[in-house]
């Protein structure tokens, strides 16, 4: 048995070098499929192994001695690299000035975000956890205001092509199916979103991404974790602030593109590869505004027991 992703469908081959293992068992403690164990003084493959390798890793990554090697699933052992040494990671009060110091931008000052910035958001992005390996999270890059805009005024003409999915009369039949909280989302902000949208984008301005130089959509396919895009594209997003780039997450797109024949008429201009359960865009750009103050925040709830 092999979990599937839109990657793999297959487990991974684990091959250990009996020479060179020493039977540390280091490797089985941090195996989650239980598939390994030690025998006669040296890791071998279980029988108990849960779904089959699926390729985290991990064994390769925790064997002082390099005596185990996964192979499939996009894995091999030419993807080790060595750690950053411990010193060098930002610590708990670099890192939450760098939160605290962010907010949601969405005016910026005109430059291209460089293209070695959108390298380094991405090589950030990619180390995110993801619910399995390997990752099914795509990312579509629109690098330039002009790309940025071209998009949107697609976007724009098509989410007039779908307005009768806020007219009174399709909400109203399906209050009884999607319930008060979606009833209420849809009148209060769905709607009035289409209109703003469409309505600004015909007198030439951009209210859906800013006309940021730089975005980035992050989504998955029919066998991603919802929520790995989201993760990714919070890791993205905490990489352009460290580079002193504004950033703002839209979440108003996605669920937007997802139904539909015009929908997948429109993913696939873009080359966006699936409708996905969950997905995020993030833009980036050199902000053209300063806040001064950073403003606190609270959770709906914190509850322990
Ligand atoms: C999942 C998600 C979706 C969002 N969608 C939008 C959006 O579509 N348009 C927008 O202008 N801002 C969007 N935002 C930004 C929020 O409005 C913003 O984070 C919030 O107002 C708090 O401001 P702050 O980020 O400066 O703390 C989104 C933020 C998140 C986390
Ligand atoms: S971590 Fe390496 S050396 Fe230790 S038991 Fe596993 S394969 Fe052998
Ligand atoms: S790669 Fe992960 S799942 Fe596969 S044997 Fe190693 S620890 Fe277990």
Redesign the pocket.
């Known amino acids: 048995m092999a979990i599937p992703t839109s990657r793999a469908k297959e487990n991974a081959e684990i091959r ?1 070098i009996e020479e ?9 403690d941090v195996c989650s499929d239980f598939g390994l164990v ?1 025998e006669d003084g ?2 071998k493959t279980s029988d108990k192994a849960v779904f089959g390798c699926i390729a985290c890793g991990h ?1 390769m990554a ?4 390099g ?2 090697e996964i192979h499939g699933r996009t894995m091999s052992p030419s993807d080790l690299f060595d750690l950053p040494p411990k010193d060098k990671a930002a610590d708990y009060d670099q890192m939450l000035v760098l939160l605290r110091r962010r907010r949601s931008i969405r005016e910026f000052d005109g430059r291209p975000v460089e293209g070695n910035k959108i390298e380094q958001i991405l090589e950030a992005a990619v180390t995110a956890p993801m619910g399995l390996p390997p990752s099914d999270v795509n990312v579509l890059v629109l690098d330039s205001r002009e790309k940025n805009r071209a998009f949107v005024k697609d976007f724009c003409e098509f989410l007039e092509t779908i307005r009768w999915f806020v007219s009174d009369w399709f909400m109203a039949l399906m209050r009884p199916f999607w319930g008060k909280s979606n009833d209420e989302m849809f009148r209060d902000f769905v709607k009035p979103c289409f209109d703003i949208y469409i309505s600004s984008m015909k007198k030439g301005e951009n209210v859906v991404t800013y006309d940021a130089p730089l975005v980035m959509y992050f989504y998955g396919s029919p066998y991603t974790d919802p929520a790995d895009p989201v993760v990714a594209a919070t890791y993205a997003m905490i990489a352009g602030e460290s580079m002193g780039l504004g950033t703002c997450m839209l979440g108003a797109i996605h669920p937007m593109i997802q139904y539909g024949r015009k929908a997948r008429r429109f993913r696939e201009k873009y080359g966006i590869k699936y409708a996905s359960r969950e997905g995020l865009f993030v833009i980036f750009g050199y902000p053209s505004v300063k806040y001064n103050k950073g403003i606190k925040r609270t959770f709906a709830s914190v509850t322990s027991n």
């Not at 060179?20 to 089985?28: A, E, K, M, Q």
């Not at 925790?62 to 001695?65: D, F, I, L, Q, W």
Request: some cysteine; glycine content about 10%; charged content about 10%.
């Open positions: 250990i060179l293992c020493t039977g540390c068992g280091l490797c089985v030690i040296k890791a064994c925790v064997c002082p001695e005596a185990i």
